[in-house]
């Protein structure tokens, strides 16, 4: 399991990537921290979530 912005998800094996497509992100829009470490979004695609991850995304919302 990984746990992503607080919830254990099953989503370990997975590439980062794939995970936020799958659940609808636009990988240009978000940041993601894992670990403690700010992921390059070069690296979405090759970042495998593993068992035991701890994962925070956040979403760029513009507004005015």
């Known amino acids: 399991m990984v746990t992503i ?9 997975q590439t980062l990537a ?6 609808g992100y ?4 978000v940041a993601v921290e894992r670990n403690g470490d700010i ?3 070069a690296q979405y695609s090759a970042t495998t979530l593993a068992d035991g991850d701890v994962v925070e995304i956040v979403r760029f919302v513009g507004g005015g």
């Not at 794939?18 to 659940?23: D, G, H, I, K, R």
């Not at 636009?26 to 829009?29: I, L, W």
């Open 26 to 29: 636009d990988p240009a829009r």
């Open 18 to 23: 794939a995970y936020l497509t799958q659940v």
């Open 39 to 41: 992921v390059p979004k």
């Open 5 to 13: 912005n607080g919830s254990p998800t099953p989503a370990d094996g």
